[in-house]
């Protein structure tokens, strides 16, 4: 028999805020990423912060971590002073191509691969000849590992920046994306502030 629960009857529930710091290092530290991964759907952190368990690879997402590759390549050679030529960028951004499909299975559609990887190379080609690129600044760090303690959060807030140029008011700080289609501004700013923010 089911019986209706008896509020004035029951022990006291914990208050508990989520996410906790695990005793098996799952959460042994926080991001930005996880933090916006909870906001837009906390099962969806469940799956991947906590058990791990591996997302589905996109043709989006292969060809935005090599795009990554290649610009993260064209600014460790600006800042260790080494060779940042277009061509140097684009062998970075094939070699990481090819390593993430041994990685992870990418859906890849009949020719998909060819035109994908021939539109990564042509947003790379104009970015290294983009007026950002071409500026003449060393940069301060690349890939650079920030992390604090904050008494708020169970663990350390860890993230990772992908460039920081100086600049005559401060250093700047920059975080690149690719997007499947063309972006709505607002949304992508939204989604992103926590990360550059935080």
């Known amino acids: 028999m089911i019986r209706p629960a008896d509020p004035d009857h029951r022990p006291p529930a914990d208050v508990v805020a989520f996410p906790l710091r695990s005793s098996d290092g799952a959460l042994a530290h926080v991001s930005p990423s996880a933090i916006r991964d909870y906001l837009q759907c906390s099962l969806r952190f469940y ?8 997302e589905p690879g996109s043709v989006s997402l292969h060809l935005g971590k090599a795009v990554h590759a290649g610009i993260q390549a064209y600014w460790i050679a600006r800042w260790r002073g080494g060779d940042a030529s277009t061509d140097v960028v ?6 990481a191509f090819a390593a993430h499909e041994q990685e992870a299975s990418v859906p890849f559609a009949e020719g998909e691969r060819e035109t994908t990887l021939a539109k990564g190379e042509a947003l790379l080609r104009a970015y290294c000849e983009s007026e950002h690129a071409q500026t003449g600044a060393k940069p301060l760090g690349v890939e650079v590992k920030l992390q604090d303690h904050f008494p708020e959060l169970p663990s350390p807030l860890l993230g990772y920046v992908d460039l920081v140029l100086p600049a005559a008011d ?13 972006p709505n501004v607002e949304l992508e700013a939204f989604l992103h502030e926590g990360q550059l923010c935080a």
């Open 170 to 182: 401060g250093p700047v700080v920059c975080d690149f994306k690719t997007v499947a289609a063309t």
């Open 47 to 54: 799956f991947k912060r906590v058990l791990g368990l591996p």
């Open 90 to 95: 684009i062998n970075h951004y094939q070699t």
